[in-house]
T-cell receptor
């Protein structure tokens, strides 16, 4: 199984809502990543988990809260988002660190009203 | 100093032609350079990657050329096919205190049948 799955595929939320994005992989990878991608722009790294510990936080606002419950799962908790946070949120995983091939999921398309 | 400049922004090539996409970086601490292909509605997928101790790497129709002194690298797609029509991102990874994973701005390639 060489797939990274993400749920939901689409999410519409208001600025006062709390929601979560979920990412799962069963490749035995020990590094997992969250990226944000705006339309016609490159992915921007948000967070990196290495061996279930947060190793990189690219100065992301606290309204985004990552969680890695186990080595196969990665969540991104969302609260009090702004309309400018609307984007495609991509999850990726790699065997170890960033120098290994990253496998990306299809993303969650988030719209904040 | 952490930017990766990519050109052209868009590219139209006839079927069977060669597609060439260029990237340039500034920080010599970058030491791993992958190329990603992204189709609409999908996450990026790794095409090919190179380290700066190698000047060229070929995988099938895809070749990376690397010029360490000029801090430039390029992707060549030989015998371009309509199925290659996608957005291509170069990226640069380095580690100075913490990992940096920077994507180029992207090139939208269209291969005409």
């Amino acid at each position: 199984d060489t797939e990274v799955t993400q749920t939901p595929k689409h999410l519409v939320m208001g600025m006062t809502n709390k929601k979560s994005l979920k990412c799962e992989q069963h490749m035995g990878h020990r590094a997992m990543y969250w990226y944000k991608q705006k339309a016609k722009k490159p992915p921007e790294l948000m967070f990196v988990y290495s061996y279930e510990k947060l190793s990189i936080n690219e100065s992301v606002p606290s309204r985004f809260s990552p969680e890695c419950p186990n080595s196969s799962l990665l969540n991104l908790h969302l609260h009090a988002l702004q309309p400018e946070d609307s984007a495609l949120y991509l999850c990726a995983s790699s065997f170890a660190g960033p120098y290994n091939e990253q496998f990306f999921g299809p993303g969650t398309r988030l719209t904040v009203l | 100093q952490q930017q990766v400049k990519q050109s052209p922004q868009s590219l139209i090539v006839q079927k069977g032609g060669i597609s060439i996409i260029n990237c340039a970086y500034e920080n010599t601490a970058f030491d791993y350079f992958p190329w990603y292909q992204q189709f609409p509605g999908k996450g990026p997928a790794l095409l090919i990657a190179i380290r700066p101790d190698v000047s060229e790497k070929k995988e099938g129709r895809f070749t990376i050329s690397f010029n360490k002194s000029a801090k430039q690298f390029s992707l060549h797609i030989m015998d371009s096919q309509p199925g290659d029509s996608a957005t291509y991102f170069c990226a640069a990874i380095g580690s100075w205190g913490t990992y940096k994973y920077i994507f180029g701005t992207g090139t939208r390639l269209k291969v005409l049948a």
